[in-house]
């Protein structure tokens, strides 16, 4: 990747599915991340609006072509190989990176 993924910033990387099946290049928020592996949580664009375990995360800022919001799975943080990462999109909304601390455990970046 151009850079280094840090906590707060949203990637695409090719994100291992759930069930271990296979994996998708695919929009990430970065929880942690060191020289080899981050901690992310998924991106999705499919309306996840009735469900508890997902936030609605502005696409503006870092997914011009996306034509509607995405939603952020908080459910599930996926380790990913940093050498999987492509390219930076962006930053988290601030507030939205606060609540996702705040659920998560996570400390502000540097």
């Known amino acids: 990747p151009t850079g280094t993924p840090r906590p707060g910033e949203i990637w695409w990387a090719d994100v291992p599915y759930a069930d271990g099946s296979g994996s998708k290049v695919r ?5 942690r991340a060191d020289d080899q592996s981050a901690e992310v949580l998924k991106i999705t664009s499919q309306d996840k609006s009735g469900r508890d375990d997902h936030v609605r995360i502005p696409t503006g800022d ?4 996306a034509d509607r ?5 908080l459910a599930e ?8 990462f492509s390219r ?3 930053s988290c ?3 939205l990176w606060r609540q996702v ?3 998560h455990g996570r400390r502000s970046p540097a």
């Open 62 to 65: 870092w997914d011009p072509d």
């Open 93 to 95: 909304d601030p507030e």
């Open 101 to 103: 601390r705040r659920l």
């Open 69 to 73: 919001d995405s939603w952020l799975d």
């Open 88 to 90: 930076r999109a962006g």
């Open 27 to 31: 929009p990430c928020l970065v929880l």
């Open 77 to 84: 943080p996926r380790p990913v190989p940093v050498a999987t």
